[in-house]
């Protein structure tokens, strides 16, 4: 039993000019169930593609796990209702899994769902320590290059990605019905390839949200694009974490919010 992230669904196109059957790709979402020493921790709705990386990352940016390392085994074992990712940490991690301790049952548009107090869903980002500079043409081509990476969404239109941009390329790409999965995703790879995000550019296909902030800020990231806008709340945190925020990225101009230094060789203009 395995679960596509593409299912092919039958529908009836209705035009002005017409009806006609036939059928659309749509993304798949399931639920996806985090387990740690055999006991649920949280369970998201997910594209079921990646789920390696997924586990890592979200382990990561939850702060279950500080290196991948110490997640000794992954189990991934689809069921009737849905996948558990099943993970056996090294001895030790037991006690942090403790210390920020949820069951939540999120939708694919839910980053902070189940969060048990509000200290933590506005817990202070790690400060980023990164002297990364980045050429405001890179944004450019990072975002055009995004595009062309998404091949779920080539087919369906209908998921979020998020990639990362490093010596001059995007180097990995990872896509879900959630935009905080997508993340998580992206940040596994990162981990499985060894690849420190602290000598690159996260570029993401939706809105940035504070929760989109403090998971890029986990790893260090010291930049974060994205097409869309950044809540208000994401600005303040970018800004105290150190991190270069750019949003409404077109292929014409993007907005840089916080720490534009990063950004070299653009014209200044005022406005």
Same mark, same amino acid.
């Given at each position: 039993?395995?679960?596509?992230? =593409?299912?092919?669904?039958?529908?009836?196109?209705?035009?002005?000019?017409?009806?006609? %059957?036939?059928?659309?790709?749509?993304?798949?979402?399931?639920?996806?169930?985090?387990?740690?020493?055999?006991?649920?921790?949280?369970?998201?709705?997910?594209?079921?593609?990646?789920? %390696?990386?997924?586990? $890592?990352?979200?382990?990561? *940016?939850? @702060?279950?796990? &500080? &290196?991948?390392?110490?997640?000794?085994?992954?189990?991934?074992?689809?069921?009737?209702?849905?996948?558990?990712?099943?993970?056996?940490?090294?001895?030790?991690?037991?006690?942090?899994?403790?210390?920020?301790?949820?069951?939540?049952?999120?939708?694919?548009?839910?980053?902070?769902?189940?969060?048990?107090?509000?200290?933590?869903?506005?817990?202070?980002?790690?400060?980023?320590?990164?002297?990364?500079?980045?050429?405001?043409?890179?944004?450019?081509?990072?975002?055009?290059?995004?595009?062309?990476?998404?091949?779920?969404?080539?087919?369906?239109?209908?998921?979020?990605?998020?990639?990362?941009?490093?010596? @001059? %390329?995007? $180097? /990995?790409?990872?896509?879900? $019905?959630?935009?905080?999965? %997508?993340?998580?995703?992206? =940040? @596994?790879?990162?981990?499985? &390839?060894? =690849?420190?995000?602290?000598?690159?550019?996260?570029? #993401?296909?939706?809105? =940035?949200?504070?929760? #989109?902030?403090?998971? &890029?800020? *986990?790893?260090? /990231?010291?930049?974060?694009?994205?097409?869309?806008?950044?809540?208000?709340?994401?600005?303040?945190?970018?800004?105290?974490?150190?991190?270069?925020?750019?949003?409404?990225?077109?292929?014409?101009?993007?907005?840089?919010?916080?720490?534009?230094?990063?950004?070299?060789?653009?014209?200044?203009?005022?406005?």
């Amino acid at each position: 039993m395995s679960r596509p992230p =593409i299912v092919r669904a039958s529908r009836r196109l209705i035009g002005r000019d017409g009806e006609r %059957a036939g059928t659309r790709a749509l993304p798949e979402e399931t639920p996806i169930a985090f387990t740690y020493a055999k006991d649920t921790y949280a369970v998201m709705m997910a594209t079921p593609a990646d789920l %390696a990386d997924f586990a $890592v990352g979200f382990s990561l *940016t939850e @702060g279950i796990v &500080a &290196a991948p390392s110490q997640i000794e085994e992954l189990e991934i074992v689809e069921l009737e209702q849905g996948i558990e990712l099943r993970m056996t940490l090294e001895p030790g991690r037991d006690a942090a899994l403790l210390s920020r301790r949820r069951r939540i049952a999120g939708p694919a548009g839910c980053g902070l769902c189940g969060i048990e107090s509000l200290e933590a869903a506005t817990r202070t980002p790690p400060q980023i320590a990164s002297h990364f500079r980045i050429d405001a043409g890179e944004i450019f081509r990072a975002m055009a290059a995004l595009r062309e990476h998404q091949s779920i969404n080539a087919e369906t239109k209908g998921v979020h990605a998020a990639g990362f941009w490093s010596d @001059g %390329a995007i $180097v /990995a790409v990872r896509e879900d $019905v959630g935009r905080h999965n %997508a993340l998580d995703k992206l =940040i @596994g790879a990162l981990a499985h &390839a060894g =690849i420190a995000a602290l000598a690159g550019m996260i570029v #993401l296909t939706s809105r =940035i949200s504070i929760e #989109l902030v403090q998971k &890029a800020a *986990t790893v260090g /990231a010291p930049v974060l694009a994205a097409v869309s806008v950044p809540t208000a709340f994401a600005v303040r945190a970018a800004e105290a974490a150190g991190m270069t925020l750019c949003a409404i990225a077109r292929d014409d101009s993007f907005e840089v919010f916080t720490h534009h230094e990063r950004i070299g060789s653009h014209a200044h203009v005022d406005g």
